[in-house]
């Protein structure tokens, strides 16, 4: 608690150091707010013909050569 007692900031950086603990609270409900709203499905319903599957490669054959 010596800490927080003793050393504390000059009063003329209150309101910087009030302003800047509301702004980072805004910040984290901004965030919280969008990642909330993020999430939405969709109805259910028909929304046409699934894509084809993207083709991928043979798989590569890591064994060394033999000479």
Same mark, same amino acid.
């Given at each position: 608690?010596?800490?927080? @007692?003793? #050393? $504390?900031?000059? /009063? ?11 702004? %980072? ?7 919280? @707010?969008? #990642? $909330?709203?993020? /999430? ?11 894509? %084809? ?15």
């Amino acid at each position: 608690m010596a800490l927080i @007692s003793t #050393h $504390r900031q000059p /009063h003329e950086f209150t309101w910087w150091l009030l302003l800047y603990v509301a702004l %980072a609270v805004g910040t984290q409900l901004v965030g919280w @707010s969008v #990642h $909330r709203h993020r /999430h939405r499905t969709l109805p259910p319903g028909y929304y046409g013909t699934p894509a %084809a599957p993207i083709a991928t490669s043979p798989p590569f054959d890591w064994a060394p050569r033999s000479a």
